[in-house]
């Protein structure tokens, strides 16, 4: 059974950083891209960034870039964001995807809070 | 990058009912287009990829059409946990984009 698990949500204050984790099981993890989708309370779904099965290839949506950073560890089956500068408007739930064009699997979501 | 907006906003039916919802992209994305279904306090879940092809699991009332720009989401006769609120996605470029959903709830 896939499974994802996201970690590392929290509150923060604005300018801080925050790393976020998901533990992948139950596929082979380093055949597949992975992505992070954010939903802000109440709001609509963005795909925030995406990355290549070797980490070759990284992708992010325009209101991260420069502040966020995807990765990964393929011998700990893990994905990561890390996040810098952190604004108000990236308080969201972040969720942790597999797939490069549709997400076909997803995790539950770990809350981001950005407040002071 | 892509916008897509679906329409309507909110969609009342009742159970048993046919629903229909809506989205257009802002420039073709020719089949590359999926729909999903969310649920309150739950991740989405993929109902529809290429357009048409349902994901596994998905029961058969539901079905995707279209290509282009114009697509449509049809639930042949809603189940209780139908009601739920709907997005469209584009990957046909980057960014990956949604649509700002449709809520469908019980008439």
């Known amino acids: 059974e896939v499974q994802l698990v996201e970690s590392g949500g929290g509150l923060v204050q604005p300018g801080g950083s925050l790393r976020l984790s998901c533990a992948a099981s139950?596929?082979?993890?380093?055949?597949?891209?992975m992505s992070w989708v954010r939903q802000a309370p109440g709001e609509g779904l963005e795909w925030v960034a995406n990355i290549k099965q070797d980490g070759s290839e990284k992708n992010y949506v325009d209101s991260v870039k420069g502040r966020f950073t995807i990765s990964r560890d393929n011998a700990k089956n893990s994905l990561y964001l890390h996040m810098n500068s952190l604004r108000v408007e990236d308080t969201a739930v972040y969720y942790c995807a597999r797939g490069q064009f549709v997400l076909a699997y997803w995790g539950q979501g770990t809350l981001v809070t950005v407040s002071s | 990058e892509i916008v897509m907006t679906q329409s309507p906003a909110t969609l009342s039916v009742s159970p048993g009912e046919r629903a229909t919802l809506s989205c257009r992209a802002s420039q073709s994305v020719s089949s590359n287009f999926a729909w999903y279904q969310q649920k309150p306090g739950q991740a989405p879940r993929l109902l529809i990829y290429?357009?048409?092809t349902r994901a596994t699991g998905i029961p058969d009332r539901f079905s995707g059409s279209g290509s282009g720009t114009e697509f449509t989401l049809t639930i042949s006769s809603l189940q209780s946990e139908d009601f739920a609120v709907y997005y469209c996605q584009q990957y046909n470029n980057w960014p990956r984009t949604f649509g700002q959903g449709t809520k469908v709830e019980i008439k």
């Open positions: 290429g357009a048409s």
């Open positions: 139950g596929f082979t993890f380093n055949t597949y891209w």
